[in-house]
């Protein structure tokens, strides 16, 4: 069964950039579209972007426009979130998916992804 593996958290001040890769070792992701969401202590779990599987189509929320950029590197077999600018309300474990069906859906809706990863922490603070 794919497993996913999130890696890139820590701590970070506002202002700050961080990279989060997202690796399913021994699996190839070619064909599964990757999408990213983040749950803070005491709210629901939000997506956050998601790429297709042809990374023709890659959506972000309203929140991480223009400072997040997600990526894939199918040689690498990874999937990367470029966080850049970031803010106290970015603090948040940050999770990856993986979608059978290869697209990435406007809304990143939770109910798509069939694979999740354990996630890492992001924390955003002076």
């Known amino acids: 069964q794919l497993q996913l593996v999130e890696s890139g958290g820590g701590l970070v001040q506002p202002g700050g950039s961080l990279r989060l890769s997202c690796a399913a070792p021994?699996?190839?992701?070619?064909?599964?579209?990757i999408g990213w969401f983040r749950q803070a202590p005491g709210k629901e779990r939000e997506g956050v972007s998601c790429?297709?599987?042809?990374?023709?189509?890659?959506n972000y929320a309203d929140s991480v426009k223009g400072r997040f950029t997600i990526s894939r590197d199918n040689a690498k077999n990874t999937v990367y979130l470029q966080m850049s600018s970031l803010k106290p309300e970015d603090t948040a474990n940050y999770y990856c998916?993986?979608?059978?069906?290869?697209?990435?859906?406007?809304?990143?809706?939770?109910?798509?992804?069939?694979?999740w990863g354990q996630g890492t922490q992001v924390t955003v603070s002076s």
């Open positions: 998916a993986a979608e059978r069906l290869g697209g990435c859906a406007r809304s990143i809706p939770m109910a798509d992804y069939d694979y």
């Open positions: 021994g699996f190839s992701l070619d064909y599964y579209a």
């Open positions: 790429i297709s599987s042809s990374s023709s189509s890659r």
